[in-house]
């Protein structure tokens, strides 16, 4: 068996953005970020505004590739991660960036198809906030549609649910039927879980006085369960003050010794 070469078995960041500006802030940017990825252990290669200048515009229905076109498919082909990076122009991505990602269409049929498996850092650089704003959501949702997991990832993942129909508040034996207007203190459960949390992540606590198909529905109309013959809407209050403190208790798993 013959070792593989150790610098193969670097992963590859391939940094992909800037524009053709002399002085590209962009691209700045982009290098700073791939020289912090060289630093930590990684291969990069830089496909800059001016690589992606050479590239023929993007047709569907011609097949025909020219070197630079294939240049670029073989490349984010064997990456391991990328960072894309673009300026924003009229609050969006550039042309010139998204060209070449039109381009990555050639990765549809390919075993981990367009981006698949691949975290990608997405930079923008925009005079303003909004410009900045809305276009980094842009580089983002694009990078969704190729399937890869634009960083910081930032999605909100479901740890635990639970439920309580309240009239069975205080008892399974006898149930009693809320009256309106009136402030209850109830407790839900959640189902039993175990989450690691790491710098960074944030609770999130969505409360809804439903939770279909999971459950049955609940018809608020206090009629037993299953023979509901209508349904009414429910207006729910939660309480947030001094008096009526509603919150969320963790338990915190101690951390072993080693
Ligand atoms: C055609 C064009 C459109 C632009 N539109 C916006 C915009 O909508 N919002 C914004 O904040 N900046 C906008 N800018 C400013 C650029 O995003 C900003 O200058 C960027 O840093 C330029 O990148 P570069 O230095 O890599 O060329 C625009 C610049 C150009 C040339």
Redesign the pocket.
Known sequence: MQLRDQHSILPLIVGIG??T?P??????VLRAALRMAEARGARTRLID?HFLARLPLYAPEVQERTPVQEELVETVRGADGLIVAT??????ISGLLKNGIDLLEDLRDDARPYLSNRAVGCIV????????GT?LISVRTTIHALRGWPTPYGIAMNVADGILRVRYRDSWEKPSLMTPGTVYRIQVTAFPTSNLFVRGHRIRVDVSSSNFPHFDVNPNTGEPEARATSLRIATNRVYLDASRPSHIILPIIPRLAR
């Open positions: 800037g524009t500006n002085v590209s802030t962009t691209e700045l505004g300026p924003a122009y009229h609050a969006g650089t925009a005079y303003g906030w909004q410009g900045g276009t």
